[in-house]
């Protein structure tokens, strides 16, 4: 897969991408990962991106002209791919969003600042417009990140045990179809600070080792996320 990320601050993605799975899943070559900054692409002498709303009101609007240059040019380096804007008012993120966009083999990232975009840049590139919740970040930028790590472990081969992410919270479903959240896990010691560790688990049982977990995860689920059940 290949993200390119358009951002007025390339330099605080750098990081995130520069460890752990996101940086695996690069020296696999599995992923690449191409910033652009928004900037390089003003045609205003001071490379203005931003400019006060019209009808007046708080704060500043992403400005047609560098946006919209920035993403065709992006565009234009390989195949079309997803593009995808990162706006609280978007669509919202999800475990079944990402397991989606990542059977896409390119998808082009845009992060906002201040109170927006200025309509008619969704107008005019018809994008996908994802929130990754119901809160306000100052920037796209950390939904991004977390956009592209969510997608990033589903891709075949980049997580060490091929197994792993089917495992994970929201990937595990009841027999109603229900997502469920992870079971709890033990590990060595078996006792630690009077706590034991179930002995179901290290009984060697795995019949009785999935039950079990399956119990806990519905448990969980219906204590921590309600929501998630239909009844
Ligand atoms: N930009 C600011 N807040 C955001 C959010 N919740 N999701 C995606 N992009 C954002």
Known sequence: MRIDILTIFPEM???????SILKRAQ??????VYFHDIRAYSQNKHRKVDDRPFGGGPGMVMTCQPVVDAVRAVQA????????????GGKK?????????????????????????????FTLLQPEIISIGDYVLSGGELAAAVLADAVTRLLPKVLGDEHSAAEDSFSLRNERGEPLLDYPH????????????????RGGNHAEINRWRREQ???????????LFRV
């Open 186 to 201: 033990y590990a060595p010691p078996a006792l630690y600070a009077g706590l034991a560790a179930p002995e179901i688990l």
């Open 27 to 32: 020296d696999k070559e599995i992923l690449r």
């Open 13 to 19: 993605l750098r990081g995130v991408f520069a460890d």
């Open 77 to 88: 380096q390989a195949e079309a791919g997803r593009l995808i804007f990162m706006c609280p």
């Open 217 to 227: 995860a519905e448990q969980r689920t219906r204590e921590r996320r309600p929501d």
């Open 93 to 121: 993120f999800s475990q079944t969003a990402a397991a989606e966009l990542a059977r896409a083999s390119r998808l082009i990232l845009v992060c906002g600042r201040y109170e927006g975009f200025d309509e008619r840049i």
